[in-house]
Structures are given as structure tokens and as C-alpha cells.
């Protein structure tokens, strides 16, 4: 049994914490943070990454469950309106036209990793006959139950769903704006070659660590996991696949700035 959270007390202690990394005193920040990790040792509100964050701490090799969970059942009424409209978010399209431009497809079964309420999914509803997407949200997987995109949806965390799944593999495997929220690559890699079909593709997005840092991965400014081009490069390779292409991308605007990234397209060899 979980012991139950003092949320009177979590929430004094997370807004003081929110003050001090304001107000930049990131010692007495980290200290807070840590106190918040005590009283919520899931991390409902993602102490963890916020700390790794400021510079400090290990850097953890996913973003908590609790946390992604609860980010966005909080958002899903107007996850769209923000993504779309406030943060110039067009990944979906961008995949669309990669495959347009390579003449890729169509696909029988593809699986729509992180699928939120559906962007990926309609935008490639034509070029699969059937598609299964999955969601750590349930509020989002209802938003896109109700759009009648998906032939199957799953309320799942994404790597616990690879390694459990025994449905069919799929010919085609997306994962829009899911890096940012895990570190290690490994497991999601791998859980996507298990899950595939030989010559089946992966197309995800990542926002990206500038060339020269040497780090594999951090947690970003904005609680978002970045990963160096190199690092994913080495780990598709790791696990069977093979390199399409990658492209240059602006994934979102973040704070009024481009957040750099790349749009990765992989083969599983055969």
C-alpha cells in the first residue's frame, strides 16, 4: 500500500519550491524539491526532472510515470488548442510529408506510441488500414476515442506496453513528442524492434542536445529530455535498425524560440 499523500503539505512544499527556482536560489530550490520527494515518492508532479533540470542531481533515466500521467490528464481538454495553436506544434504533418516525399506506405498495422489525442493518428488515417494507439493518459485516450480514429486504443506507459504485447507486430511504429519525456533510449528501441515487423519503420521526433556537448541525453530548461543526435543514432543501430533518414526539425516554440530538433526515420533490418 502507498501511504497517503499530505496534499496540503505537498503543495506548500512545491510552490516553495516553484518560488525559490524562480527567484534563482537553486540550492534552496534542489533542498525544496527534495522535501517534495519525500511526501510524493511518485513524483505526481515531477520534483525529479525539475531538479535535474537546474544542473543538479542524477539525471533520471525517464520522466516519472506520475508525472507524465497527471501532466496530461490535466491538459487534455485543451492539449490541442495549446500543442497546435500556442506552441506551433506540426510533427504529424512533417511525418506525412517524409513519407509522402520517400513513397513510403501504405501500411497495414500501425502503432501510434504517445498517440494524445490523436494528432499523429489523423493526420496518417489514410495511409493505415488499421491503427492502434496508446496513451499513459486515460483523460487523452478518451478525447481520442470519442474522434473515432484508432481501431484499438490502449491506456498504457509505452514501454511496459512493448514488452507486454503480444498482438500482432506492426509495419510501422510512430512516437511524436514521446523523447521528451524518457532519457535512456534502450528500452523504447528495443520494445519497438520486438514489436515489428523486418523492414517495418519508426518514425519519431527528439528534441536535440547541440553537436559538441558530449552528453547522451539531459533534462532541458523546459523539464524536457534532450538527446544528443549521436546518442540515437548509436542506439538504433544497437538494436537491428537502420537508418532512413534524419531530418532537421523546429519541433515546437517554446518561450516565443524554436526548440531544435530532428525527425528520425529507421528500418528494421531484415
Known amino acids: 500500500m502507498s501511504k497517503k499523500i499530505d496534499e496540503d503539505a505537498l503543495a506548500e512544499a512545491y510552490n516553495r519550491a516553484l518560488a525559490l527556482?524562480?527567484?534563482?536560489?537553486?540550492?534552496?530550490?534542489?533542498?525544496?524539491?527534495?522535501?517534495?520527494?519525500?511526501?510524493?515518492?511518485?513524483d505526481h508532479g515531477g520534483a525529479a526532472v525539475r531538479i535535474a533540470s537546474m544542473g543538479r542531481g542524477e539525471t533520471p533515466p525517464k520522466a516519472p510515470d506520475a508525472y507524465v500521467e497527471?501532466?496530461?490528464?490535466?491538459?487534455?481538454?485543451?492539449?490541442?488548442?495549446?500543442?497546435?495553436?500556442?506552441?506551433?506544434?506540426?510533427?504529424?504533418?512533417?511525418?506525412?510529408?517524409?513519407l509522402q516525399e520517400l513513397k513510403l506506405?501504405?501500411?497495414?498495422?500501425?502503432?501510434?506510441l504517445g498517440c494524445g489525442t490523436g494528432l499523429t493518428g489523423g493526420t496518417l488515417r489514410d495511409m493505415a488500414e488499421d491503427i492502434t494507439g496508446l496513451d499513459i493518459s486515460e483523460n487523452m485516450i478518451e478525447i481520442a476515442h470519442e474522434k473515432d480514429l484508432y481501431e484499438t486504443l490502449y491506456v498504457a506507459e509505452a514501454e511496459d506496453f512493448l514488452e507486454d504485447n503480444d498482438d500482432e507486430p506492426f509495419d510501422l511504429v510512430t512516437a511524436t513528442d514521446v523523447l521528451p519525456y524518457l532519457g535512456a533510449l534502450e528500452p523504447?528501441?528495443?520494445?519497438?524492434?520486438?514489436?515489428?515487423?523486418?523492414?517495418?519503420?519508426?518514425?519519431?521526433?527528439s528534441e536535440t542536445?547541440?553537436?559538441?556537448?558530449?552528453?547522451?541525453?539531459?533534462?532541458?530548461?523546459?523539464?524536457?529530455?534532450?538527446?544528443?543526435?549521436?546518442?540515437?543514432?548509436?542506439?538504433?543501430?544497437?538494436?537491428?535498425?537502420?537508418?532512413v533518414e534524419v531530418t532537421d526539425i523546429n519541433v515546437r516554440m517554446q518561450d516565443g524560440n524554436p526548440s531544435p530538433g530532428h525527425l528520425v526515420i529507421a528500418r528494421l533490418k531484415g
Open 105 to 112: 506506405g501504405p501500411f497495414k498495422r500501425m502503432l501510434d
Open 188 to 205: 523504447l528501441f528495443f520494445g519497438v524492434a520486438e514489436n515489428m515487423v523486418a523492414g517495418g519503420l519508426f518514425i519519431f521526433s
Open 21 to 42: 527556482e524562480k527567484a534563482g536560489d537553486i540550492d534552496a530550490a534542489v533542498k525544496a524539491y527534495e522535501e517534495v520527494l519525500e511526501l510524493d515518492p511518485e
Open 209 to 243: 542536445l547541440p553537436a559538441g556537448d558530449g552528453r547522451p541525453y539531459i533534462v532541458g530548461p523546459h523539464q524536457r529530455f534532450i538527446h544528443s543526435e549521436a546518442y540515437i543514432r548509436s542506439r538504433l543501430t544497437d538494436t537491428g535498425f537502420e537508418i
Open 70 to 98: 497527471t501532466l496530461f490528464d490535466q491538459h487534455a481538454e485543451s492539449f490541442e488548442d495549446i500543442l497546435v495553436e500556442q506552441l506551433g506544434y506540426a510533427v504529424p504533418v512533417i511525418v506525412r510529408q517524409r
